[in-house]
């Protein structure tokens, strides 16, 4: 039996997922009443999560409505640097919190122009824990993975990965140099989540980055994640 002690820790967590998810189904409801493909992007810190979206909005262009919420600790630095692309962008930041919830996403809803028709990213917190247990209503969630980190990540973080639409690896132009196998860590992910795509892409480059836009371009505009 649980201590006292967690109980009220439990049921705590219980009552916090349960009011965001309520937020979420709200947020879900405003993408299909839209038409909007909301997309999670999560990863690690470090993982080149925003170099990934720049190279992808530069190539989406007005090919596609497009938005940005970008979710970070503290500053708006990486919102700053999505504007550069044009695309209208409006930074969320948790306040040491290490997850974007439903409720701070539509708030961010309300001040940006929704992209009707076409794609919102929402950019989490660098985190491969936390952000796995909050739905925030979206679409599909992506998953990225640099090769700087280790190719064990899957198997180490199964949450993030099982509901994940997609794997994203990044900085492929740096696996020359690094100790990372490609196979194993596409290997562990459908494991895990058999129907997963995956997509090798290199910012730097531009590897693997048309295949990855024209799958953005394809998305099912009535597909729904079921969430967490």
């Known amino acids: 039996m649980p201590s006292n002690e967690q109980?009220?820790?439990?049921?705590?967590?219980?009552?916090v997922l349960a009011k965001n998810d309520q937020v979420a189904a709200q947020n879900r409801q405003f993408f299909r009443e839209n038409d909007v493909v909301a997309l999670n992007l999560m990863s690690a810190p470090g993982s080149?999560?925003?170099?990934?979206?720049?190279?992808t909005l530069g190539r989406l262009g007005d090919r596609t409505p497009l938005a940005v919420l970008e979710g970070d600790v503290e500053t708006a630095n990486d919102a700053e640097r999505v504007a550069r692309?044009?695309?209208?962008v409006v930074q969320l930041v948790t306040s040491g919190a290490c997850h974007l919830e439903a409720s701070l996403v539509r708030e961010g809803?309300?001040?940006?122009?929704?992209?009707?028709?076409?794609?919102?990213?929402?950019?989490?917190?660098g985190n491969l824990v936390c952000p796995a247990s909050f739905d925030l209503g979206e679409t599909h969630r992506i998953v990225c993975v640099s090769v700087t980190e280790g190719d064990d990540k899957p198997e180490k973080y199964p949450a993030m990965f099982r509901k994940a639409l997609a794997m994203v690896l990044t900085k492929m132009d740096l696996l020359p140099h690094v100790d990372f196998e490609v196979d194993k860590a596409v290997a562990q992910a459908r494991a895990l989540n058999p129907g997963v795509q995956v997509f090798l892409t290199s910012a730097v480059t531009g590897e693997g980055?048309?295949?990855?836009?024209d799958f953005l371009l394809g998305l099912n505009r009535t597909g729904d994640d079921a969430g967490p």
């Open 48 to 55: 080149g999560k925003t170099r990934l979206l720049e190279a």
């Open 7 to 15: 109980r009220p820790l439990a049921v705590l967590e219980r009552k």
């Open 209 to 213: 980055l048309d295949a990855w836009c």
């Open 109 to 125: 809803l309300d001040r940006l122009p929704v992209p009707r028709g076409g794609l919102l990213f929402i950019e989490n917190v």
């Open 85 to 88: 692309t044009g695309v209208p």
